[in-house]
């Protein structure tokens, strides 16, 4: 079964920083896209960011020009880095992936934005 740990969620004034860690394992993590998400209270779940196994990156517009999505592929991990935080930054952030087509998500991180 494969894992995602999510990991460096926490509270951060608004223009802050922090930058997220998802743990993969059980999966041949160097050949699969990765992906954050995140929802926030009251809303629907949302894509934030993306990479392929190449590097590749993709963003929400919400985030483009602040967040950074990265891998490791030697440690089988994600990274999130996120710069100029704003409230509305406030969420659950999860990892996912996508192995031989099944959908695994990881038990989410909370980031919460407010002075």
């Known amino acids: 079964q494969v894992q995602l740990v999510e990991s460096g969620g926490g509270l951060v004034q608004p223009g802050g920083s922090l930058r997220l860690s998802c743990a993969a394992s059980?999966?041949?993590?160097?050949?699969?896209?990765m992906d954050w998400y995140r929802q926030a209270p009251g809303k629907e779940r949302e894509f934030v960011a993306h990479?392929?196994?190449?590097?590749?990156?993709t963003y929400a517009d919400s985030v483009k020009g602040r967040f950074t999505i990265s891998r490791d592929n030697a440690k089988n991990t994600v990274y999130l880095q996120m710069n100029s935080l704003k409230p509305e930054d406030t969420a659950v952030y999860y990892c996912y992936a996508r192995p031989a087509g099944i959908n695994y998500w990881g038990k989410g991180t909370l980031v919460t934005v407010s002075s």
């Open positions: 990479i392929t196994s190449g590097g590749t990156t």
């Open positions: 059980r999966m041949i993590f160097s050949i699969n896209p």
